[in-house]
């Protein structure tokens, strides 16, 4: 039997969670959270910013899309925090994993080669998915995969510290790392904009903040350098996206910051002070974050994980795992968390299907149910059921492993 608190691990035999002992069913509201993030992943936003270019005057349309994208560089959508509260999750299972190996006898230096073991698997998968369609390989570490591994083997090391060293390791890394970009030298005045993929419209920063700017910041110029050591069609020169490798930094102390609410649900302190306090720092988080950014001190960027934007995005995910632990756990709301469980209990498999298959799962029904198939509410609403469609297939994939007791894990 294996704990499902685990977010990544290999192949293994396991019972699900309603058949396990009382103290692993508290770890319900865990995989019903990392569930309800996966789902959200794979419906890729359920297709609203397409169906919103049918209604361009709706202001609901427009808010449903543009919450359903990514911000393009200063702000959060609700999209945005997926990805951090997914990594929030890798900090929160580990010190259930720990005590889970320690309690079959690993050693220490074992489980730190299996850290590093995962981490490698993690890094060179993200890479494998990159690269689906390209001529060769794509090196690329951007990815909340590699992101992960990168920061893997350092969370694990972090794990058998003190909760104190735990937080001025986090202050530490954000610290350091908004240093990096405040020394990092501002945009030259005649830099040819364009050449480094922004238009002329694009809102640029100003003044102090102008450090954080896309493209011309600190982690641009170290990826540069860096991923031109890999063999590359053409010489790498910018992301589209602004999406840095050095990212795996700050959203470490984003691992962290799971680590440490881990450490919390794992304690002994009766469950409403543990919801309360989960509330507390993430509502402190959510205002700290905010104040930095009013300061003009760093903005909150989620593509190059700008420090506000860690402290930001850790109190929302934090306040978001108190709502579930509080549901599940505290008031035993449960039966509602099924289909998230399912999908909790595997994360890597459905993140490897919405990666590789989505095309091929659309294009099945369309090849036999009729090429109009997704427009039985009218075309402008097609985007939505061709997503829900999809969405559905993997998670009865994910079903059909749930009831054969198989959870895929690294």
Same mark, same amino acid.
């Given at each position: 039997m294996t704990t499902s608190s685990d977010p990544v691990g290999p192949v293994q035999q396991a019972e699900p969670p309603e058949s396990q002992p009382a103290k692993a069913s508290r770890l319900l509201s865990l995989d019903a959270y990392r569930g309800a993030i996966m789902?959200?992943?794979?419906?890729?936003? *359920?297709?609203?910013?397409?169906?919103?270019?049918?209604?361009?005057?709706?202001?609901?349309?427009?808010?449903?899309?543009?919450? %359903?994208?990514?911000?393009a560089w200063v702000g959060c959508h609700f999209w945005d925090l997926i990805q951090? %509260?997914?990594?929030?999750?890798?900090g929160v299972a580990l010190p259930w994993s720990v005590a889970n190996r320690q309690a079959r006898g690993s050693r220490y230096s074992q489980m730190f080669l299996h850290a590093l073991w995962r981490s490698l698997v993690l890094v060179l998968l993200a890479v494998f998915l990159s690269s689906t369609g390209s001529r060769q390989t794509t090196w690329s570490f951007n990815n909340v995969l590699a992101q992960i591994g990168l920061g893997y083997p350092?969370?694990? *090391?972090?794990?058998?510290?003190?909760?104190?060293?735990?937080?001025?390791?986090?202050?530490?890394l954000l610290f350091g790392y908004w240093l990096l970009f405040a020394l990092h030298p501002l945009p030259p005045p005649g830099l040819d904009w364009t050449s480094v993929g922004i238009k002329p419209d694009w809102p640029f920063l100003g003044g102090f903040e102008a450090h954080w700017e896309k493209n011309?910041?600190?982690?641009?110029?170290?990826d540069q350098w860096f991923l031109n050591l890999f063999p590359?069609?053409?010489?790498?020169?910018?992301?589209?996206?602004?999406?840095?490798t050095l990212n795996f930094i700050p959203s470490l102390a984003t691992m962290i910051f799971g680590l440490l609410a881990g450490g919390l649900m794992k304690s002994h302190l009766p469950l409403p002070q543990k919801v309360s306090r989960l509330a507390g720092f993430g509502f402190a988080g959510v205002v700290l974050g905010l104040v930095i950014s009013w300061a003009d001190l760093c903005p909150i960027v989620k593509r190059i994980w700008t420090p506000a934007w860690a402290i930001y995005s850790g109190g929302w995910v934090t306040l978001m795992l108190a709502g579930f632990v509080a549901l599940i756990d505290w008031q035993g709301c449960k039966r509602?968390?099924?289909?998230?469980?399912? %999908?909790? *209990?595997?994360?890597?498999?459905?993140?490897? *299907?919405?990666?590789?298959?989505?095309?091929?799962?659309?294009?099945?029904?369309k090849t036999?149910?009729?090429r109009q198939i997704f427009e039985v509410l009218g075309s402008p609403y097609a985007p939505i059921l061709q997503n829900l469609a999809v969405l559905a297939i993997f998670w009865l994939i994910l079903l059909w492993m749930y009831r054969r007791k198989v959870f895929v894990r690294i």
């Open positions: 789902l959200l992943m794979a419906s890729s936003g *359920l297709g609203l910013t397409q169906v919103a270019r049918n209604f361009p005057e709706s202001r609901f349309w427009n808010f449903l899309a543009e919450q %359903a994208d990514h911000a951090p %509260a997914f990594m929030f999750m890798v350092f969370l694990f *090391l972090i794990a058998f510290t003190k909760p104190r060293i735990q937080w001025l390791i986090a202050a530490a011309a910041n600190f982690a641009t110029r170290f590359r069609e053409t010489s790498y020169v910018f992301n589209p996206g602004g999406y840095q509602w968390a099924f289909p998230c469980i399912v %999908a909790g *209990l595997n994360p890597i498999t459905l993140y490897c *299907l919405w990666q590789l298959t989505p095309g091929f799962v659309s294009g099945t029904f036999h149910l009729g």
